[in-house]
């Protein structure tokens, strides 16, 4: 065994593999999952397939163009195991501790939310494209974020710190704004359903519902003030400057799509450049801000460009603009800042309108117009290509694309493991990976009496949460989309505890 932490990841890297993608091939997804393995070279590709006893026809990998090796759920198994027997380092005991505190805390979800977790046999169906009649964004979002949290509990032992980290830090954020996009977005929709449905509120329709998304996107853009009283409900953050130019946070999302029948997830961030508009550090006072936005979306209802029959531009990225931006920089911040507000709002509620009306819908077009005025050209450099969805499973697929942007080949293992298992094989790998855990534990680390004072320390901190133990989860700042696969651009600057 090493006496080096050496990651998974850097494991792989050392085997020749270069990259990871979702295999394409539809029939993967009825049958055993699978995932492509990428190389540089058909000798390095071989080589591997050769040590793991991987018998398979190399092909091109539709997104990368890049030579794949496929790899089933039996040779990932094979590889982990290799790894782990070959690789990975005596574990500290407090790091074991970590592991059995973080599976503890998800078998008592599993005891205590059968209804929540009954989601992920709805997550790996839409996964493997099997059914589409729980595809619903509400559920799909806590089925996400549990499907995360259990493979982080099961695999933690295949991640350095830094892999840790960036997890931790995505599921923060997925957990921090999942009201924003799904039970409210879900309220929100059966609501207007029943407006376009009742004739009684057809004429008031367009009032009400321009009231209610201007009310939601000055929310968005502007916080609000802290509610003593609400100590449950997290407050929304600033995004957009104040007149002193200060704000909370530098990326915003909601639901999007298109459409009211398809899911997609929009990012508004901005990043502070100065006087000449070169990009600056965080520690920098700006000169004015830059605004883009991102959209998550493996699917129809949004500008995208198909380049094959299965891949697309999953993650789009197009600056904010305006008429005579550039004149209303030159006449100073302010009335740059101002333009730029109204044209984020205008474009926020564009959005918003979309997901109101049917694909079909004549309506669709005037908003779209709307949408499209504020955006630029999509910029190559960050925005990356993925696997369409398939017919229905959009809000999984959308998802994906979110995650593949911050965790990279993490993601594509993640969803692997998403498509390997629903709720009653995923209980079963926590109960065995459990007692895999606790046996390592006991056969490195014996002593009963401070074994004894560690677990009660360890289980007091996880009563809550299987993350409990990352003491200062990061934060982004000036929020940037990476234009390489599984390059995360995050500052350290922590959360306030």
Not at 123 to 150: G, H, P, V, Y
Not at 206 to 230: C, H, M, R, V, Y
Not at 424 to 437: D, F, G, I, P, Y
């Amino acid at each position: 065994m090493s006496n080096t932490r050496v990651s998974y990841e850097e494991w792989l890297k050392s085997k020749g593999v270069i990259g990871k993608n979702e295999n394409a091939d539809i029939a993967a997804y009825r049958t055993q999952p699978v995932i492509n393995y990428l190389f540089s070279s058909q000798d390095k590709a071989e080589k591997f397939m050769a040590e793991f006893s991987i018998s398979t026809v190399l092909k091109l990998d539709l997104v990368s163009g890049e030579l794949a090796v496929i790899v089933d759920a039996n040779s990932h198994k094979k590889i982990i195991t290799s790894y782990e027997l070959n690789v990975g380092v005596e574990r500290s005991e407090q790091d074991i501790r970590n592991q059995l505190a973080a599976i503890d805390a998800r078998l008592d979800f599993f005891k205590n939310h059968s209804r929540i977790t009954s989601r992920l046999t709805d997550l790996n169906k839409l996964a493997r494209n099997l059914d589409i009649s729980m595809c619903w964004d509400f559920r799909m979002t806590s089925a996400f974020i549990q499907s995360l949290e259990n493979y982080l509990a099961l695999y933690m032992n295949l991640f350095d710190n830094a892999e840790l980290s960036r997890i931790n830090d995505h599921i923060t954020l997925l957990k921090k704004d999942r009201d924003g996009w799904s039970t409210h977005w879900s309220t929100e929709l059966d609501r207007i359903k029943d407006y376009l449905e009742d004739r009684l509120f057809a004429n008031r329709l367009p009032q009400i519902i321009d009231k209610k998304f201007d009310e939601e996107t000055s929310l968005l853009l502007d916080g609000e003030k802290a509610n003593p009283s609400n100590k449950t409900k997290p407050r929304k953050q600033r995004f957009y400057p104040d007149a002193n130019g200060l704000s909370e946070t530098d990326e915003i999302y909601f639901n999007t799509g298109g459409a009211i029948d398809h899911t997609a997830i929009t990012k508004i961030w901005k990043r502070g450049v100065n006087s000449e508009g070169t990009i600056i550090s965080t520690a920098e006072k700006p000169h004015h801000y830059e605004f883009f936005e991102t959209e998550y979306n493996a699917g129809y209802g949004s500008d995208f460009t198909l380049d094959s029959p299965w891949t697309i531009w999953s993650t789009s990225t197009k600056p904010i603009v305006f008429p005579r931006q550039k004149e209303a920089l030159v006449s100073g911040t302010q009335p740059y800042n101002l333009a730029m507000r109204e044209a984020i709002f205008q474009l926020i509620k564009a959005e918003k309108m979309l997901k109101v009306y049917e694909n079909n819908s004549p309506n669709l077009a005037k908003w779209k117009k709307i949408r499209d005025s504020y955006l630029g050209s999509r910029n190559i450099n960050l925005s990356k290509k993925g696997i369409v969805q398939r017919t229905g499973n959009c809000t999984v697929m959308s998802w994906k694309a979110l995650t593949d942007d911050y965790l990279g080949n993490l993601s594509e293992e993640h969803f692997l493991y998403a498509k390997m298992f629903d709720e009653k094989s995923t209980l079963a790998e926590l109960q065995l990976r459990k007692k895999e855990v606790q046996a390592e534990l006991d056969r490195l680390y014996p002593s009963k009496e401070a074994s004894q004072a560690a677990s009660a320390e360890s289980n007091s901190s996880a009563n809550n949460s299987s993350l409990r133990f990352f003491s200062n989860p990061l934060t982004r700042r000036y929020a940037s989309t990476s234009p390489t696969r599984g390059e995360v651009i995050e500052s350290t600057k922590h959360m306030s505890r």
